[in-house]
């Protein structure tokens, strides 16, 4: 069974303090890993794909990584409007489902 | 750019009822799912459809609830009978060509069940 754990289940930041969120995944053959931004109240946006492991994806101030038993996502200089949960999801090889994680819930104070 | 919609984006039902959920996915986009979060809880996938047919379902997807595309724009979730425990956020995604395309999520519909 594939299993997601990320880490912290929260983080209080200082606007500027660069940090990383931690996403450690167990499946039975990686077709992809995907992070999402979810805002209370609203679905999941999708932010990056990682394919394997050595890939590393960049928009703004969020760099997601990838290595066979985790991939971080981190956060550069943020801004009090990255404030949200962050969700991490595997989609195995053999299947359609995306398994998520329980998320971050990041706060960047001003 | 375009986005999933789902309506309504809240719909408070008897138990026992029957409720319809829907979803018009991304125009271009070829694979379906619908995923739930229940309050303070992960999101959990629910069941994925592809070329008319539900192609992965998981444990949660029993005889209580089915799918369909009624038409070339909209994609529903049907709940007979409903309990007190489906009480949630249900989320419909849609994907591009190739199963490793990202799933685009629309806002989701909160469904009480009093």
């Known amino acids: 069974e594939d299993q997601v754990t990320q880490s912290p289940e929260a983080l209080r930041l200082q606007e500027g303090e660069s940090s990383s969120l931690n996403c450690s995944y167990t499946v039975s053959g990686l077709r992809g890993l995907f992070w999402y931004r979810q805002d209370p109240g609203k679905g999941p946006e999708f932010l990056f794909t990682?394919?394997?492991a050595g890939e590393e994806k960049e928009k703004e101030r969020l760099k997601a990584t990838l290595t066979k038993k985790e991939s971080f996502l981190h956060i550069t200089a943020p801004k009090p409007e990255d404030s949200a949960t962050y969700l991490c999801?595997?989609?195995?090889?053999?299947?359609?489902?995306?398994?998520f994680g329980e998320g971050t819930q990041l706060t960047v104070n001003p | 750019e375009p986005e999933v919609t789902q309506t309504p984006s809240h719909q408070v039902t008897q138990m026992g009822q029957e409720v319809i959920l829907r979803c018009v996915p991304i125009s271009n986009h070829l694979y379906f799912y619908w995923y739930r979060q229940i309050l303070g809880q992960k999101v959990e996938f629910l069941v994925s459809f592809y070329n008319n047919e539900i192609s992965e379902k998981s444990e949660i997807f029993d005889d209580q609830f089915s799918v369909e595309r009624p038409d070339g724009s909209n994609f529903t979730l049907k709940i007979r009978s409903t309990k007190l425990e489906d009480s949630a956020m249900y989320f419909c995604a849609s994907s591009g060509q190739g199963k490793d395309q990202p799933q685009h999520f629309g806002d989701g519909t909160r469904l009480s069940i009093l």
């Open positions: 999801a595997v989609l195995e090889t053999s299947g359609s489902r995306l398994t």
């Open positions: 990682l394919y394997s």
